[in-house]
């Protein structure tokens, strides 16, 4: 059974920093899709960076909204999934949640950072940014 742990969330000013963390276990997949979603009151939950991991490619997947200022990450040795946020802004406020599916060959943007094709989730780590 997956089963996803998130932490490192919390209330940061514009402009601040945060580290995000999802211990995972009860997986072996060879390829995967694993990452992170996000989710503010009254919408529905989106994509904000993904891995793609198989044995021989690797590539990451980033919602236009925080490129350039989200870096994700992995330990595979370690089953850890990382979100580094940096340049905060109020709408980066959201409950953010770890997720992880196997998923052989390169999937498109779109699919990568689509709800639909995900089911394991986390519980969720709250990110709160104040202006």
């Known amino acids: 059974q997956v089963q996803l742990v998130e932490s490192g969330g919390g209330s940061v000013q514009a402009g601040g920093s945060l580290r995000l963390s999802c211990a995972a276990s009860?997986?072996?997949?060879?390829?995967?899709?694993t990452g992170w979603f996000r989710q503010a009151p009254g919408k529905e939950r989106e994509g904000v960076a993904i891995?793609?991991?198989?044995?021989?490619?690797?590539?990451?997947y980033y919602a236009d909204s925080v490129k350039g200022r989200f870096t994700i990450s992995q330990d595979k040795a370690e089953n850890m999934v990382y979100l580094q946020m940096n340049s905060l802004k109020p709408e980066d406020t959201a409950m953010y949640y770890c997720?992880?599916?196997?998923?052989?060959?390169?999937?498109?943007?779109?699919?990568?950072?689509?709800?639909?094709?995900?089911?394991?989730w986390g519980q969720g780590t709250q990110v709160t940014v104040s202006s």
């Open positions: 891995i793609y991991t198989s044995d021989s490619d690797g590539i990451t």
């Open positions: 997720t992880v599916v196997r998923w052989d060959g390169r999937p498109p943007v779109q699919d990568a950072l689509s709800e639909y094709y995900y089911y394991d």
């Open positions: 009860g997986y072996t997949y060879s390829s995967y899709c």
